[in-house]
DNA sequence: CAGTGGTCTAGACCACGCT
DNA sequence: GCGTGGTCTAGACCACTGT
C-alpha cells in the first residue's frame, strides 16, 4: 500500500492538521527547512514546497531569515458597504463613517452619446446624451472604491442637477438629487459579480498583485414609472469591504 | 548594473509580457521547460518555477505531457442567483432553472457544538448544540457552489425538519420548513464579500487555477423574535455567478 | 516511440535576522 | 556567528500525451 500523493504534499498536509487542530496556535514558530529535511530525508526542496503550499494558502508567514511562523489570525479592519433602505446619503459616506475614517471622493464629468451597454440598462436609445461621471471614493487618502455612473441627459436636462457634483446638491445621493426634479427613487437593483481587477483598476487602487474585487451594476429607477434614472459600475477591493444587503426584522 | 531580481521571475516576466502584448495568442503552445533550460541555462526547475507563476496567475495552463499553453479566455454563460422576496424555493434552484440548466445537490449533515463564530451569528451561547449541513451545488453535474449552513438545535429538535434534507421537507429552503415550526422567516441578511479561492474551494468547484469567489455570509431571522435561524457560508465561482439584490419597481 | 511536465535529490550560495 | 529562508544547479526518475 504505497502512498501515491506526493511527498511534500503529505508533509504539508501534516502541518496543516496540526495547525487545523490547535496543536499549533497562531503565532507558533514551525519546524525549520532543515529540520524537516531532517526529519523526512530528503533535500531543503522538499520542505520549501511544502511551506511555499501552505504560504500560499495564507496558514502561514514565512519570514526570511527567522523561520515560518503560524499566521496570526488578524482579519483586516472591513469597510462595510450598507445598502439600506431610504437612505439620502450616498452609499458610500455611510460605511466609511461608521468605521472613523474620513471619506472623500474625486470625480469627472462628461457629457456623451449612450453606448450600447449602458443605453440598455438606462432603457434609452443608444447614443442618446448621458452624463458620465467617473468616481474615486478614498477613505482616510487611500483610493477604496472606483465607480463609473450615467445618467440620462433626457432627465436632468440643464436643471440644477444635472451636474452631479456640482452645486447644492452635490454629493448627497442619487435619491434626494431626484427629488429636486420630484422624482421618487426606491431601492437601486445591485448585481454583484467577483473577478480579478485589471490593471488599471489594480493601479488606482492600489492592489499590488492585482487581487479579486467586489464589481456592482447598480441601476436606481424611477418609483412611479418604473424607468432607470442612473446606472453605476462601482468596482471596490474584495480584501477590504463587505457589501451588505437585507436587515434583522425589527420584531 | 545587475539586475537583482531572480532569474525564475525574470523568465515569468518575459513570457507574461509576450502573452500581454499579443505575441502570443490564447491557445498557443508556450517553450518547453527544457526549450527554456536551454535558452536561460540552469537546470529544469528554473523554467518551472517561472510557468509555476504564470499558472498561479491563471495566465497559463499547464497539460502534464503536453506542455504549457496560453490560457484561453473562456467567459462562460452566467448564472444568476436572484435574492428575491416571498420566496419558497431554495435560492439555488431558482436561478438554475431559469437559465435552461439542471440544478441538483449533494449534502452532509452532522449535529455539532457552534463555534464561537457560528454561535455569534445565531445568537446563541458558544458549543451549543447545532445542526450543521454541507452542500455542494451541481448545474449540469458541474459543482457551482458551496454552502455550510448551522441552525440551532433547540430550535428545530426532534422535530420533521431536524434534518435539512432528509424527509417531506428536503430541498425546499428555509422559509417553507421553518414555516412548519410556525416561523415566518423574512429576507435574509447577507454580507457579501469577493475573495481568492482556497485550494479546498478550488478543487471543490474545478476551478484552475483558483480563481475568484462570491463568499455570501447569509443569515435568515425569524421575524417575530428578530432571533437568527439559519446561517450559512455560501462560496460562488465569480466567474460563472451574479448575486442580484433588489428588483424594479412596479409603478 | 520521443517529448513533455511533475517530483525529487544533494548540495551550493546568498540575504537576512537574532526566533 | 550561526541558523534561517530564498534561489539555483545538474541531473534522475516517473507519469502522461500524441503538441
Redesign the pocket.
Known amino acids: 500500500m504505497t502512498t501515491d500523493t506526493?511527498?511534500?504534499?503529505q508533509v504539508a498536509d501534516q502541518i496543516r492538521a496540526r495547525i487545523e487542530s490547535g496543536d499549533l496556535a497562531p503565532g507558533d514558530?514551525?519546524?525549520?527547512?532543515?529540520?524537516i529535511s531532517a526529519e523526512?530525508?530528503?533535500?531543503?526542496?522538499?520542505a520549501?514546497?511544502a511551506?511555499?503550499l501552505l504560504?500560499d494558502d495564507g496558514l502561514v508567514v514565512?519570514?526570511?531569515?527567522?523561520?515560518?511562523y503560524v499566521r496570526s489570525r488578524e482579519t483586516p479592519e472591513l469597510l462595510v458597504r450598507q445598502h439600506r433602505r431610504r437612505s439620502e446619503d450616498s452609499p458610500f459616506g455611510q460605511g466609511v463613517a461608521e468605521q472613523g475614517a474620513v471619506g472623500s471622493w474625486r470625480h469627472d464629468s462628461t457629457t456623451e452619446q449612450a453606448s450600447e451597454a449602458v443605453a440598455e440598462r438606462l432603457g434609452i436609445e443608444p447614443g442618446a446624451a448621458v452624463m458620465h461621471t467617473s468616481y474615486v471614493y478614498l477613505a482616510d487618502e487611500q483610493p477604496v472604491q472606483l465607480a463609473e455612473s450615467w445618467e440620462p441627459l433626457a432627465l436632468t436636462g440643464h436643471s440644477l442637477v444635472a451636474l452631479p457634483e456640482v452645486g447644492p446638491y452635490a454629493g448627497v445621493g442619487v435619491a434626494a438629487r431626484m427629488r429636486v426634479l420630484s422624482i421618487e427613487v426606491g431601492d437601486p437593483v445591485e448585481r454583484v459579480r467577483a473577478r480579478m481587477a485589471n490593471r488599471a483598476e489594480a493601479q488606482a487602487l492600489g492592489m499590488t498583485p492585482p487581487g479579486p474585487v467586489l464589481a456592482i451594476e447598480r441601476t436606481y429607477y424611477d418609483q412611479a414609472t418604473a424607468r432607470p434614472v442612473e446606472t453605476a459600475d462601482v468596482v471596490m477591493r474584495g480584501d477590504r469591504w463587505v457589501s451588505v444587503y437585507g436587515q434583522v426584522p425589527t420584531p
Open positions: 506526493p511527498k511534500y504534499l514558530r514551525l519546524p525549520s527547512v532543515s529540520e523526512w530525508g530528503g533535500s531543503s526542496s522538499l520549501t514546497a511551506y511555499r504560504v514565512s519570514r526570511h531569515g527567522a523561520g515560518h
